[in-house]
């Protein structure tokens, strides 16, 4: 049996869907006779470029379709395998040979814009002086890449992929036809991951036809389809604009255990950014698209916390103000001593040393009585602080200074640093090399 994208693909040029823009004007033009040498076809992946192609080779022959037919007047190149210029000196050849059954010989070329430069320029030669039953039909994903001189010598045409409304009403349609139940909302789920695409869509529907005898429901297709919950993901986003990071991590935690997979997490936060922007939600749409292999769910968590204030926790307690002496018994050569500011001793190591003031704001420092302690995450940051002590001298003055071992924590300090909560959702493996991300 045929599948569902077999079955409900068009055949003739008024079975197509969505694409009026590109139907009418060819069906005005077919109806007066007018014929072009050469078109082509523009626009995203599964939207149908293809599909009309055939139809459109086939009409103006006057030729019946059918998806198994064989007409020899018609012949289908793939520009990415045949895309040599040996292989366009024999298309040149043979289009000068006149058709067997049909008025033209039709040249369909898909993903035209994969040939090289030397095949271009031999198809240009055809374009300029076809013969007169000659006709190319090209399509292309990428029509920046097609040489200019090949487009101002074609009719083209841009395709689009389909409305939301359009795809739900085509589902319903073909659900009923098939006499599959299944409610309005779980058909908007598979029109919104088609992403416009008619193919993906029947063989979305297709797959999940089977998953149950009743009705199939909203919440079935998103399980079967891996998806996170919407009402999941919203407050994700909230988590996100309200810039807490433990909610953040706990939130993103839910999803991910749920067997939800976090470059589908990423595609499904930029639909619903896409569908409904908003600024504050910006940054993160940029940050986004990188979410992939290695350490994808790393790299999603650190694009919900973007928006999170990235400060460095330089804890300086309050000084005890000490008890002073009669002004009369203060010898007059002794000077107060200046309280220590955090803030000095790092703008002091960023005049001496720009990277060791990078290693510096990834730690914790504390200062108390004299005493300067630096916690840290790493044994990286650790051992590169170690080696540059005489820097760290220099910018605290008369101040004794502490590197403690990575792990120890100062009193008091929760830890609550992205890398952590990074460390957390990946099972505690993530470990900073000091090079500034974990990926």
């Keep these: 049996m045929k599948n569902l994208y077999r079955r409900y693909r068009p055949l003739k040029l008024e079975d197509v869907v969505g694409q009026d823009q590109v139907i009418k004007p060819l069906t005005n033009s077919l ?6 040498h050469a078109y082509l076809f523009i626009g995203p992946r599964g939207c149908g470029k293809t599909s009309v192609a055939r139809i459109l080779a086939h009409e103006i022959n006057d030729f019946k379709y059918e998806l198994e037919d064989d007409y020899i007047d018609i012949i289908e190149i793939d520009g990415a395998s045949n895309r040599g210029i040996d292989n366009i000196r024999e298309l040149r050849e043979k289009v000068m040979i ?3 059954t049909g008025k033209y010989k039709v040249y369909i070329i898909d993903e035209v814009h994969m040939l090289t430069k030397e095949a271009f320029n031999a198809l240009l030669k055809t374009l300029e002086e076809p013969p007169a039953h000659a006709v190319f039909i090209m399509a292309t994903t990428d029509a920046y890449k097609v040489p200019v001189t090949i487009t101002s ?16 009403d085509f589902l319903h349609t073909v659900a009923n036809k098939e006499k599959i139940a299944i409610t309005d909302d779980a058909l908007e789920v598979i029109a919104k991951r088609s992403g416009g695409s008619f193919r993906d869509a029947l063989s979305l529907l297709d797959q999940i036809s089977t998953l149950s005898k009743d009705k199939i429901t909203k919440d079935m297709v998103i399980s079967a389809m891996g998806l996170p919950q919407d009402e999941k993901v919203a407050k994700l986003i909230d988590d996100y604009q309200n810039g807490n990071i433990l909610d953040i991590s706990k939130s993103l935690k839910d999803l991910l255990s749920s067997g939800v997979k976090a470059e589908t997490l990423a595609e499904e ?8 922007p908003s600024p504050d939600l910006l940054k993160l749409l940029s940050e986004l698209p990188n979410v992939r292999a290695p350490f994808s769910e790393a790299k999603l968590l650190v694009a919900l916390t973007s928006n999170v204030p990235q400060t460095t926790q330089h804890v300086q307690p309050v000084q005890p103000v000490p008890s002073v002496k009669p002004t009369s018994t203060i010898k007059p050569n002794v000077v107060p001593t200046t309280v220590f500011s955090t803030d000095e001793f790092l703008e002091k190591t960023l005049e001496l040393n720009d990277a060791v003031h990078a290693q510096l704001l990834k730690t914790i420092c504390i200062y108390n009585a004299g005493q300067l302690d630096i916690y840290v995450k790493s044994d ?4 590169i602080l170690s080696n540059n002590m005489n820097i760290l001298r220099q910018s605290a003055g008369n101040v004794k200074i502490t590197i403690h071992k990575k792990g120890e924590q100062p009193d008091g300090i929760k830890k609550d640093t992205v890398l952590t909560q990074i460390s957390d959702i990946m099972g505690g493996e993530v470990q900073n090399d000091g090079g500034g991300s974990p990926f």
């Design 380 to 383: 990286v940051v650790r051992s």
């Design 269 to 276: 936060i930029i639909s619903i950014i896409v569908d409904s």
């Design 153 to 168: 010598r074609a009719q083209v045409y841009t395709f689009k992929l389909a409305d939301r409304q359009v795809m739900v």
């Design 98 to 100: 006149a058709p067997t």
């Design 31 to 36: 109806k007066e006779g007018k014929v072009s």
